[in-house]
């Protein structure tokens, strides 16, 4: 008889349950040790491409590729067995049609293990959902403010403050629903907005930048540590590392400089001679 499967990790239908209920809690994270800390208080990570821009130093998340995609989500999949994973399809690997985005997503989910893809995109998108999850390929759906689309927007721009821009906004929202999506992530978006959306929808909301409302939250692991030169406004810094790793680095500068490290405690003496 073969052995039952066990899944440990919060499921798709886990996370949907938590709407309207217990909000979901969600990070980024891009490598093993940090993904490590994360999954002891998160629902789900989130490997984002905004590795491009916190881990590889790019000005915006076109730079980044599939290989990068998977060599950061295999990371985090190593370092996680908790938390529901997510990696993001980077720009270039799903807008061409259904087929493409089932070829490389599916390459993510094998070479990774992770349990879903995200991308970008609202009725634009609703072919490429629906062909994904009808062949076994869990999305999380991102609108509003969506970073891939920088060039277009010639910058980042937050999303329905007029309100002649809600009805694009809303159909969008119904679409990735529509198209099955297991949760949508509201970016960028005016706080009311986001707030009629997550009334309206039956899958979970994700904010970032959006509403308190919503049904969960995300961040950049990087802005919320305090470890990013540039911060969103709509960033709660719960850490200041950046001062802390600068500070314990010029420490280690200045002792390196006067020799007080390695002190008679960090150095090996010679075995005793029998
Ligand atoms: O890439 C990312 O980190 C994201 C979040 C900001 C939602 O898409």
């Known amino acids: 008889m073969s052995k039952p499967v066990v899944i440990r990790r ?17 990070l980024t994270a891009y490598t093993a040790p940090m993904a490590k800390l994360v999954d002891s208080h998160a629902d789900l990570i989130l490997v984002g491409d905004s590795a491009a821009n916190v ?15 998977i060599m950061h989500g ?11 994973v997510v990696v993001d399809m980077p720009f270039g690997t799903y807008e061409e049609s259904p087929q493409v985005a089932y070829r490389n997503a599916a390459r993510v989910m094998q070479e990774t293990g992770c349990t879903a893809v995200k991308l970008e995109g609202g009725t634009t998108m609703n072919e490429t959902i629906s062909f994904l999850t009808a062949r076994g390929i869990p999305v999380m759906a991102h609108i509003g403010l969506t970073p891939q689309a920088v060039q277009t927007m ?5 999303q329905g403050r007029n309100k002649d821009e809600w009805a694009r906004l809303e159909a969008d929202a119904h679409a990735v629903e529509e198209a099955g999506a297991f949760a949508v992530v ?14 309206l929808l039956k899958i979970p909301t994700i904010g970032i930048g959006a509403s308190a409302a919503c049904d969960g939250q995300i961040l950049v692991i990087d802005d919320m540590l305090g470890m990013s030169e540039r911060t969103p406004g709509f960033v709660k810094q719960y850490g200041h590392l950046a001062v802390d790793i ?24 010679m075995k005793k001679e029998k």
């Open 10 to 26: 919060l499921t798709v239908p886990k996370i949907r349950c938590q709407k309207g209920k217990t909000p979901v809690v969600c």
């Open 55 to 69: 881990i590889h130093g790019f000005d915006n998340t076109i730079g980044i590729t599939l290989d990068h995609m």
């Open 74 to 84: 295999q990371a985090v999949m190593r370092g996680s067995e908790k938390a529901l």
């Open 154 to 158: 010639g910058g980042y721009r937050t």
């Open 186 to 199: 509201l970016e960028g978006m005016a706080e009311p907005l986001a707030e009629r959306i997550t009334g």
């Open 246 to 269: 600068s500070g314990a680095i010029e420490a280690y500068a200045n002792d390196v400089r006067t020799r007080a490290f390695p002190g008679p405690e960090h150095t090996y003496a």
